[in-house]
Nanobody, 116 residues
C-alpha cells in the first residue's frame, strides 16, 4: 500500500501562484507515474499534469504554460507549481501515483480556490 499526503492548497487571487506538494509513503518502491488531477462538483475528475519517473511530462491544454510539474524521486514527492491562476482553476486537486505493477493510489485531495 502507498499513502499520499498533499499540502499547499488554499485561497489565492486570480493571477497569483500556489505550489502543491504530495509525498508518498508506505510501500513506495517503484513509483512510475506521479501526477495531479482535479475535480469540481458535478464534473468528472480531470488530468492536470503527470510526470514519469524519468522526467517526461504531460499537461492538460488548459494549464500548459502556467503550471509546472516536477518530482524528487529520492523523497517520493511530486510538486505542482501553479502560476497565473484563473477562477476556472478552482477545484479539489488530487495527487495520484501509479506503480510499475499498474496499481494506483490517490491522495485525499486539497482545495484550491481562486478568487476573481
Amino acid at each position: 500500500q502507498v499513502q499520499l499526503v498533499e499540502s499547499g492548497g488554499g485561497l489565492v487571487q486570480a493571477g497569483g501562484s500556489l505550489r502543491l506538494s504530495c509525498t508518498a509513503s508506505g510501500d513506495s518502491i517503484s513509483l512510475n507515474i506521479m501526477g495531479w488531477y482535479r475535480q469540481v462538483p458535478g464534473k468528472q475528475r480531470e488530468l492536470v499534469a503527470i510526470i514519469w519517473r524519468g522526467g517526461s511530462t504531460n499537461y492538460a491544454d488548459s494549464v500548459k504554460g502556467r503550471f509546472t510539474i516536477s518530482r524528487d524521486n529520492a523523497k517520493n514527492t511530486v510538486y505542482l507549481q501553479m502560476n497565473s491562476l484563473k477562477s476556472e482553476d478552482t477545484a479539489v486537486y488530487y495527487c495520484n501515483t501509479r506503480r510499475l505493477d499498474s496499481s494506483q493510489y490517490w491522495g485525499q485531495g486539497t482545495q484550491v480556490t481562486v478568487s476573481s
